[in-house]
């Protein structure tokens, strides 16, 4: 079972409004919180209910958490809190841990309607917070060589900051290649992305023929519009993927 508790609100006005020219406005906010509070059966605490090709990495139902958690390795650390490496250099994996839900915590949208005589000409801009992304793409960028993060040590090799297994600092150098491999392999919360954007999702400008420009014809009126959707992206977090 799940609960589910929020609040929505939507404001709405006409700021302007004369003879020739009107602009309406309205802003939609919402907040969710939603929690698994049981699973049918403890067995099954986390139930599975998708993956990803790397397969290092889950989309499940957790109790005390958001449905469509994301449950990915962390590095594996010491008592000190130092990350633990492995004999050939690379970080350990850890503990798999909800990292987020892929469900937004906040979303909503601001639209706008500006009207000049038959001309009208609208646009929407919607977001969304606190959503997380298990990014395939983001794991296959580090795979091969693509991601901007794989860039330092390309030259010199990588000396992984930690310590090993015995608590000694780590001193083996290892190719760029090798480290940003089993990194992504060993860790897959390098895959787990914020998902929040802001996006100008919409713009429309249309002419609204009327009864007088038809003159006595079929129609009382016409509406003819040009349409433009996910024209850019004002915010993200995703640097390879949108």
């Not at 109790?63 to 990350?83: E, K, L």
């Amino acid at each position: 079972s799940t609960q589910n508790k929020g609040i929505e609100v939507m404001l709405s006005g006409t700021p302007i409004k004369k003879d020739n020219f009107s602009w309406n406005t309205s802003f939609n906010f919402t907040y969710i919180q939603n929690k698994v509070l049981s699973i049918d059966g403890e067995a099954n605490n986390p139930l599975t209910t998708g993956n990803y090709r790397p397969l290092n990495a889950f989309v499940s139902v957790v109790q005390n958490y958001s449905v469509a958690q994301i449950m990915a390795y962390d590095y594996r650390y010491d008592a000190n809190g130092n990350v633990v490496i492995e004999s050939d250099g690379i970080p350990m994996r850890g503990n798999l841990t909800p990292m987020g839900s892929g469900l937004p915590k906040f979303y909503g949208g601001l639209s706008n309607d500006f009207s000049y005589k038959n001309f009208n000409l609208s646009f929407l801009i919607d977001y969304k917070f606190g959503n997380k992304i298990l990014s395939a793409t983001e794991y296959y960028s580090y795979q091969y060589g693509l991601n901007k993060a794989t860039l330092p040590g390309r030259e010199t090799g990588i000396v992984a900051e930690g310590v090993l297994e015995d608590g000694s600092a780590n001193t083996q150098n290892i190719s760029a290649e090798a480290y940003y491999q089993g990194l992504a392999q060993n860790v897959s919360k390098t895959s787990v992305l914020d998902g929040s954007f802001i996006k100008f999702r919409q713009l429309t400008f249309g002419y609204n023929f009327t009864p007088k420009i038809l003159g006595d014809k079929l129609f009382s009126a016409i509406n003819v519009s040009v349409v433009a959707r996910n024209l850019f992206t004002i915010m993200k977090h995703t640097d390879n993927i949108d």
